[in-house]
């Protein structure tokens, strides 16, 4: 069996460590390590740096050095209940806690050479050993995000000032994310994507769900704790917390599975797209189709979920559901779920039953393949990320700038050898395009100009029975 199919923010480049988010060893030795390298965040944006010759933006990995002011007294992990003290190896409700300072996640390390066996056990980082042995352990570079969201903004500023890339001559700015992610190469966007999840999980859950007391980041930003569990906590007249037993899944990270779907019909000739009608979402970019998408809902299977979705959405029966990939979605912490289904395009279509959707309508592949080969057929301006950005995540942002996001040459498998460079060598068209579709940057564009060119879906030449998987 081949290998499968990688989405841009996929294909995770590093070894997250799992192991050792718990040992305050080889946490608070590593954020010394002249590699170490930081991804910073404000509100959900993501600090970018470029060149002041070139509006090209890449993710902005600040060095310890420059980060240390937010970074609080040492110890960073393993915080005792007094600023200075290191907790007792011995409780496990202070592994690796940050009690104090600016939220920080550890992302695990980009080793150098991939054919490495060195696979850093645990035992290599007890208490016992000296920090500067523990570093030299280390090959690679190790990964850490960083929140600012609540550091006051001449401090913040003060900071990006004085910033090595700063000074370096390069040029800092938070960036709103859907728009600055279309610039980053595989590597950049697959880290982006595995941070922006951790800081916005971290961000957004700041009391316990079963007693409402404060929570407190364990396992270097892996694991949330009821502050009533700490050992100095003050519990007089208080109901013990549920959480103090058994294992309760608001504790750690979550990702929410989504299928989305590319629905063709009978024939293999047909895509079915859809607008989006949602009352939130109202200022949704013009003449924008995409495919068909929902949230798995309790005891469904991702197949169950595909043929609810495309009937309540847009009143379609299907059948023949085909898995073709996956792609982490930061925003903020899903996973699509990509599949092929089939459907008849001799059925009426009807979007009243939950009113998603504005329209719903077949495409033939040729009208898909003329949007596609049309520069502006998959391009979303920079207004059109704001606008989505403030509709769905009320996201706020001043820029205002209106250049374009385009699926990038490195995005994953999505651009094939040689489609970019004829795109781009084609004459510039004399009008817009009918509609525009998503860039091959989110897996739903993917889906749709693999089944157009031919390569996955349903094709002409397929003969497909209906029936159950």
Not at 135 to 158: C, N, R
Not at 197 to 219: E, H, I, Q, T
Not at 352 to 371: G, K, M, P, Q, S
Not at 444 to 461: D, H, K, N, S, T
Request: charged fraction near 20%.
């Amino acid at each position: 069996m081949g290998e499968a199919y990688v989405n841009f923010l996929g294909g995770s480049p590093l070894n997250r460590l799992s192991w050792l988010r718990t040992s305050q060893g080889f946490l608070n030795a590593i954020v010394h390590a002249p590699s170490t390298r930081w991804v910073v965040f404000k509100e959900g944006q993501p600090l970018v740096h470029s060149q002041a010759n070139t509006q090209k933006q890449h993710l902005a990995r600040l060095t310890t050095s420059d980060v240390q002011p937010l970074l609080g007294s040492e110890p960073f992990f393993s915080q005792g209940q007094h600023p200075g003290e290191l907790a007792p190896s011995d409780v496990p409700g202070l592994e690796a806690a940050r009690l104090r300072g600016t939220p920080v996640v550890f992302l695990g390390l980009h080793e150098t050479d991939a054919k490495s066996t060195n696979a850093l056990p645990s035992s290599d980082f007890s208490a016992k050993a000296v920090a500067e042995t523990v570093v030299s352990h280390i090959k690679g570079t190790a990964y850490f995000s960083l929140d600012v969201s609540d550091v006051a903004q001449a401090e913040l500023d003060q900071l990006l000032q004085n910033a090595a890339a700063t000074k370096d001559g390069a040029q800092l700015a938070f960036s709103e994310p859907r728009a600055a992610m279309g610039n980053f190469d595989v590597f950049e966007a697959a880290l982006f994507a595995e941070a922006r999840s951790m800081v916005d999980w971290n961000a957004r859950n700041k009391f316990c769900p079963s007693c409402g007391s404060p929570v407190y980041s364990l396992w270097a930003g892996w694991k949330l704790s009821c502050s009533s569990l700490l050992p100095w906590a003050d519990n007089t007249g208080k109901k013990p917390c549920p959480t103090a037993r058994g294992l309760h899944n608001f504790a750690h990270p979550r990702t929410d599975a989504v299928v989305i779907m590319a629905v063709i019909d009978e024939s293999g000739d047909k895509v079915l797209l859809g607008r989006n009608a949602r009352p939130l979402i109202k200022k949704w970019p013009g003449k924008f189709y995409s495919c068909m998408a929902g949230f798995i809902e309790p005891g469904e299977s991702f197949e169950d979920a595909v043929k609810r979705e495309l009937w309540e959405e847009a009143g379609v029966k299907a059948w023949n559901v085909r898995y073709h990939s996956t792609q982490p979605w930061p925003f903020p912490a899903n996973l699509m779920v990509g599949f092929y289904a089939m459907a008849s395009s001799s059925q009426p279509l009807r979007t009243d039953l939950d009113n998603e959707l504005e329209e719903a309508r077949w495409y033939t592949r040729d009208e898909i393949l003329h949007v596609l080969n049309h520069r502006d057929g998959t391009t979303l301006t920079r207004r059109d990320h704001r606008e989505l950005s403030a509709a769905t995540e009320n996201i706020n942002t001043n820029q205002e700038s209106t250049s374009s996001s385009t699926a990038n040459p490195l995005a994953g498998d999505a651009v094939k050898e040689g489609e970019k460079t004829a795109a781009n060598a084609a004459p510039e068209p004399p009008s817009a395009p009918p509609f525009r579709m998503p860039p091959r940057t989110a897996i739903a564009g993917v889906l749709i100009a693999e089944w157009a060119y031919g390569r996955a879906g349903f094709q002409p030449e397929s003969s497909m029975k209906r029936g159950n998987l």
